[in-house]
């Protein structure tokens, strides 16, 4: 009987260390992603246009209430690496598994978006979830054998995911209100503001998101090569080392520039126009 206690004991110790390196693995991804948010260094996993993290990564569906969705995947691994150290109960198994499921129907939905929305595919995101999926896979094995998983305790997990993923849908869709910029626009035109930006810059998609569907008719320079019309000796010449930068030029003598997210507010003041 000890001998079968002891067996089993090594054999939860060992399920431990698999799933914490699981973990471990998990969350020096999102680490990673979550410098590739914020950073303007290019990934190791830019394959092609259909299979980009820097695609995925800075779009407007990285982000959860303006937090990147990888800071909340470093929770969760850490959560995971936390609660398996000091959780020694028979239900930690059980515990985690319900966690872990929940945690993983929202990151479906957000495969989603990289395969129809985006239209790029991230391979560390995925690799992301491939590890909570052995983690998904692991717990429930082990928790069927040392107490029975019933669907009636995970069905209001599920639900709660569904929840999860809607939300994240209406925090990255909506918009709220949307002021008409399009007089803003012409006038920033006329006054010879330009918009120098990158297509893998995260606050140039919130800057075109804020100016709304009149920002396509703004004076604007793409300053990565492989954007679309991209432009980079242009903006070496203008010494953009930040984007977004706008300038406003005269007989093409710089007047004065700002850089980073602009509110409407700020670029009224800055060029001069009003809303």
């Known amino acids: 009987m000890g001998k079968q206690h002891t067996t089993k004991t ?9 799933i914490s390196i699981l973990a ?6 999102m680490v990673y ?5 914020f950073s303007h260094t290019e990934s190791f996993c830019n394959l092609s246009e259909t ?12 982000e959860f209430f303006g937090i990147p969705l990888s800071i909340l995947g470093i929770g969760y691994f850490i959560f995971a690496l936390l609660f398996l150290a000091f959780h020694r109960r028979k239900t930690t198994f059980q515990a985690l598994f319900l966690i872990t499921l929940f945690a993983f129907i929202p990151s479906l939905y957000l495969s989603f978006l990289e395969l129809f929305v985006i239209k790029a595919l991230c391979i560390l995101c995925e690799s992301s979830k491939i590890v909570m999926l052995l983690i998904l896979v692991t717990t429930y094995t082990v928790s ?3 107490e ?6 995970m069905i209001p997990v599920v639900i709660a995911g569904v929840v999860a993923a809607l939300v994240t ?15 803003l626009i012409a006038c920033m035109n006329e006054q010879n503001v330009t918009y120098y930006k990158s297509f893998r810059c995260t606050n140039c998609k919130r800057q075109e998101r804020l100016l709304g569907e009149p920002y396509k008719d703004l004076n604007q320079v793409e300053c990565h090569p492989d954007g679309e019309g991209g432009n980079p000796q242009l903006c070496l010449q203008k010494s953009i080392t930040h984007t977004p930068t706008f300038i406003i030029e005269e ?25």
């Open 24 to 29: 471990v693995i998990g969350l020096g991804i």
């Open 51 to 62: 299979v980009s993290c820097d695609t995925v990564t800075t779009s407007i569906y990285s």
């Open 144 to 146: 069927r054998k040392q």
């Open 169 to 183: 849908y209406f925090a990255q869709t909506t918009g709220g209100f949307q002021q008409d910029t399009t007089a």
């Open 10 to 18: 090594n054999l939860h110790t060992s399920i431990r260390i698999f």
């Open 251 to 275: 007989h093409g003598v710089e007047v004065r520039r700002v850089v980073g997210l602009q509110n409407l507010e700020e670029l009224s003041e800055f060029s001069g126009c009003p809303l």
């Open 148 to 153: 029975r998983v019933e669907v009636r305790m």
């Open 33 to 37: 992603l979550t410098y590739l948010h």
